[in-house]
């Protein structure tokens, strides 16, 4: 079965520094992975997906993310913070026919 | 309008009423899905609609009913809540299997 463990739920940076939100999954086939982006009192926002080409996936807002097989995990980065990146951010992956497991969120805060 | 639109996007009801969540999607998806949002838990899928068919029902209480008269719009019929029913109700559409779901800005519901 699939499912993903994001590794802390709150992440604090400093405006101008690198973010790095971590994200382990479990499948048994290759899967396709996906970051979503929450701002307060929105829906979900898609910033990137790994559909099983390129291993670093290039998304919206400067975000990237990897996608490592060997450690079963696909970590979001962004190499230097802005304050209007403050949000809570999911990693999902595809379990089944058009079926999203989300995994617990965690919420980016980012200090002047 | 564009993407996926929710309404209402705040309602208030007591335990008595009756009520209903609009979802409509502008983007000719097949697949239709509604989401619980409560705090500090995961997302939790409620239901699942493919080409009008509910094709997931993750053991939703019956006071939830969802009805998807055509392809672009979804509800979710609300009777008898419960205070712990309160949360951020999401709709999201997507098209064709391991394609990413483009989500609605939610309804906040308080069940008082």
């Known amino acids: 079965a699939q499912s993903v463990t994001q590794l802390g739920s709150h992440v604090s940076v400093s405006e101008g520094a690198l973010v790095l939100l971590r994200c382990n999954y479990s499948s048994s086939v290759p899967p396709y992975l996906f970051w979503y982006v929450q701002y307060p009192n929105q829906g979900l926002q898609l910033l990137l997906k790994y559909t099983s080409a390129a291993t670093l996936v290039k998304g919206i807002n400067g975000f990237e993310a990897e996608f490592k097989k060997s450690e079963t995990s696909f970590h979001l980065t962004k190499p230097s913070a802005h304050m209007s990146d403050a949000a809570e951010y999911f990693c999902?992956?595809?379990?089944?026919?058009?079926?999203?497991?989300f995994g617990q969120g965690t919420r980016l805060t980012i200090n002047p | 309008e564009t993407g996926v639109t929710q309404t209402p996007r705040h309602l208030v009801m007591g335990m008595t009423n009756k009520k209903s969540l609009k979802c409509e999607q502008h983007?000719?998806?097949?697949?239709m899905y509604w989401y619980k949002q409560s705090a500090k838990k995961p997302l939790e899928l409620m239901f699942v609609?493919?080409?009008?068919?509910?094709?997931e029902n993750n053991s939703v209480p019956s006071r939830f009913s969802p009805e998807c008269p055509n392809s672009s719009h979804l509800f979710l019929h609300l009777h008898t809540l419960q205070p712990e029913d309160s949360a951020l109700y999401l709709c999201?559409?997507?098209?064709?299997?391991?394609?990413?779901?483009?989500f609605g800005p939610g309804t906040r519901l308080t069940v008082l």
């Open positions: 999902a992956v595809i379990k089944g026919a058009q079926k999203l497991v």
């Open positions: 983007l000719g998806h097949n697949a």
């Open positions: 609609y493919s080409l009008e068919e509910r094709v």
């Open positions: 999201a559409s997507s098209q064709g299997r391991n394609n990413e779901q483009f």
